[in-house]
């Protein structure tokens, strides 16, 4: 603004100074004119006194008329003797202008109008007596009636003069003009974020100041420019890389900015450069009604939180924080409101897990105690006098508290997974670890004269996991096999190694899953319709728990069922670290 300024006063001075130039011109010619002509008066005068002191001097003592003769001649100077006599024009003169007391020995000369022209009367008068002795007579010298030419040759040469003057006044103007556009043009391209172009000046110009303000400026705010781009850079990819979703709105709703978690929570497409509203983005009513009411008051200040659902097929839940923001600095407050938001989805999901498990936990705990409870009471009221009802009811008393230590186990043994201890790499030969599994489950397999085969040609061994997890891991996916198994039926165990992968898989002739039980069969308690048609006592966390060991050792397990047929459990493991020493 400073440097502005500074242009409109330069500006504004070169019409006072050329303005100015030209009256001071003028006023100069006239000085110099009255100043001429009064040495011109002063120098008359003083030849005039000259003239009556020869005239004391000489022409009294002696015949005087040649030296008269020669002043008429040579000087226009015509000498009247008083007391004037005769009744020539000059002696008239001479004679009324002593006698009226035009001049007298203190005011001796003055100023009469002869033959059409200004001329002189000087009184010379007796030093002792002061008594006039003459009056001499002689035109006034001026430069117009005797230096007109002299005069004419000096106005032309100071005319030339001034033009010479005038014309480096108006080339240095002209200069200075090309000066000014250039610097007007770069402090105009130092507005517009462009380079200015250099305009080299000597030190002793007087723009030179004002040219090094300018490229200092120009200097210093293409590099706060670079450094604001930079940050401005840095804060978006900041914000393009949180894990909230964040969006910037103006005060007429328009979206300065939205990063691309924002588009993952709300499932819609960012355009970053195309200009769209956050009514394009937002579809829920609930958080659009948020924005609205920070729109509403551009002056106040605000912050509103709250959880919302959003509308779509997933049914996300979201912690949205819509603040808006003032700003004061300039003239016109303006407004950004600010909307944050953070997917509670997983957070609810945990919520309502933890609910449901707490739920069926109890349901699952409550059946074999209130089982226990019941036959206990049975044998009080006196069942236990009949031998045959009491040992049929103590039986059914142990079956239950086995349930219920198994399902206890199996709660302790989740809840530890969800712990997530750390991982203890060792070398272990997996298919000498199934066969063991298969030994301690031999009197279920017994039980329903199961054929159990295993298939381990394309396993190499050693392999490198966490044997713990690996052992739990096959015991439970063998022992949901023997459970939803046919009597009879056949398992199936392939056991494979690639370049980075164990393939574990495990195939039942059993009942089979139908599609929606094929989504839920890793559910904590889930069990499917048909499973509780066989009395095995199983607790609903098996396959849970093989889900969250798999997911420990950073694998994957699947399912592929066909109602009454069976079913394929196959886990997917990467190698350990150590696999191929």
């Known amino acids: 603004m400073d440097t502005v300024w500074r242009l409109v006063t330069l500006k504004n001075k070169s019409w006072v100074r050329r303005y100015g130039l030209g009256l001071l011109a003028v006023v100069f010619y006239v000085l110099i004119l009255i100043f001429v002509n009064r040495f011109l008066v002063t120098n008359q005068k003083q030849e005039i006194k000259n003239f009556g002191a020869e005239y004391q001097a000489e022409v009294l003592t002696k015949d005087h008329e040649q030296t008269l003769a020669r002043w008429r001649k040579n000087f226009k100077l015509s000498a009247i003797d008083l007391p004037a006599e005769g009744n020539s024009e000059l002696a008239r003169v001479a004679k009324n202008a002593v006698d009226h007391n035009i001049v007298n020995s203190t005011k001796p000369f003055t100023k009469v109008q002869y ?149 993952e929570i709300l499932n819609t497409p960012i355009w970053p450069d195309q200009l769209a509203t956050y009514v394009d983005y937002v579809k829920t009513y609930a958080l659009s009604r948020m924005i609205e009411h920070a729109l509403r008051d551009p002056l106040k200040h605000t912050h509103r939180r709250h959880d919302i659902q959003l509308v779509g097929d997933d049914g996300r839940f979201v912690e949205a924080d819509v603040i808006s923001l003032v700003n004061q600095d300039g003239d016109t407050p303006k407004q950004k409101v600010l909307v944050m938001l953070y997917d509670l989805t997983e957070i609810k999901q945990n919520e309502r897990m933890q609910l449901d498990f707490v739920s069926n936990a109890s349901h699952e705990l409550r059946t074999p105690v209130t089982s226990i409870a019941g036959f206990a009471e049975t044998l009080l009221a006196g069942a236990k006098d009949d031998p045959q009802k009491s040992t049929e009811f103590i039986q059914i008393i142990r079956d239950q508290a086995q349930h219920l230590e198994a399902l206890i186990a199996d709660i302790l043994l989740l809840s530890k997974a969800d712990q997530a201890q750390p991982l203890s790499w060792e070398a272990v030969d997996v298919d000498e670890l199934i066969l063991d599994e298969e030994k301690s489950l031999q009197q279920q397999i017994a039980a329903k004269a199961l054929e159990v085969t295993l298939d381990h040609q394309h396993y190499q061994a050693p392999t490198f996991t966490d044997v713990t997890k690996l052992r739990q891991i096959v015991r439970n996916l063998l022992t949901n096999a023997i459970m939803y198994n046919h009597p009879q039926g056949k398992i199936q165990i392939t056991l494979q190694t690639t370049a980075d992968t164990l393939k574990l898989s495990f195939k039942d002739t059993g009942d089979g899953l139908t599609t929606e039980d094929q989504s839920r069969i890793f559910e904590r308690f889930y069990r499917a319709d048909h499973s509780h048609q066989h009395d095995n006592g199983g607790t609903g966390l098996g396959l ?38």
């Open 115 to 263: 033959n059409g022209q200004t001329t002189w009367l000087y009184l010379v008068s007796d030093p002792k007596t002061n008594k006039g002795q003459a009056v001499l007579i002689q035109p006034a010298t001026t430069v117009r009636t005797h230096y007109l030419k002299t005069w004419i040759g000096f106005t032309v040469i100071y005319l030339l003069i001034l033009a010479a003057l005038g014309w480096f006044i108006v080339r240095r103007r002209q200069q200075l003009t090309q000066k000014l556009a250039q610097l007007t043009e770069n402090i105009k391209a130092v507005e517009n974020h462009q380079e200015p172009e250099s305009v080299i000046l000597t030190p002793d110009d007087p723009l030179f100041d004002l040219s090094v303000q300018v490229n200092e400026l120009g200097t210093t705010l293409n590099s706060q420019l670079r450094d604001a781009k930079l940050q401005e850079q840095s804060l978006r990819s900041l914000i393009e890389n949180l894990p909230l979703g964040v969006m910037l709105i103006d005060e007429s709703g328009q979206v300065d900015m939205a990063n691309h978690a924002l588009g």
């Open 544 to 581: 849970a728990i093989v889900a969250n060991l798999v997911e420990q050792l950073g694998g994957q397990v699947q399912v592929k069922s066909q109602l009454g047929v069976g079913s394929l459990f196959t886990v997917e493991l990467p190698l350990g670290q150590d696999n191929d020493q």
